[in-house]
C-alpha cells in the first residue's frame, strides 16, 4: 500500500498528505504541490467559487484569472494582504 506524500502545510501548519498532482503547469503549481496539503486545496475548492460569482470573475479573461490567483496565494500564506470580502457565507448567522 502506498503511503501519500506528505507535506508541510502552509495554510494549516502542520504535516499533512499532500495533493497527488500539480495543479498548474507553472510555478504556482509547484509550489501549491510543494507547500499545500489536500486538506487545504478541498478548502480553496470550496471557498473559491463564492469569489468567483461575488465578483462576477470572467476565467476566460487574464484579469479574472489574476484576480482568483492573487486570492489563492493570499488564502493560502504565501503572500500578504487582505482576502476580498465576499458578501455571502453559508451557515453564516450573523447577516
Known sequence: MNQPRMVHCKKLGQ???????????????????????????QMWLQESPRYINTYGIDLNTEQGREFLRKQMLVFFGFEEGEMASTAWRPNDEST
Do not use: C, H, I, R
Open 15 to 41: 504535516e499533512l498528505p499532500g495533493l497527488p498532482f500539480k495543479p498548474f503547469t507553472d510555478e504556482l503549481g509547484q509550489l501549491v504541490y510543494d507547500n499545500v496539503s489536500m486538506q487545504a486545496w
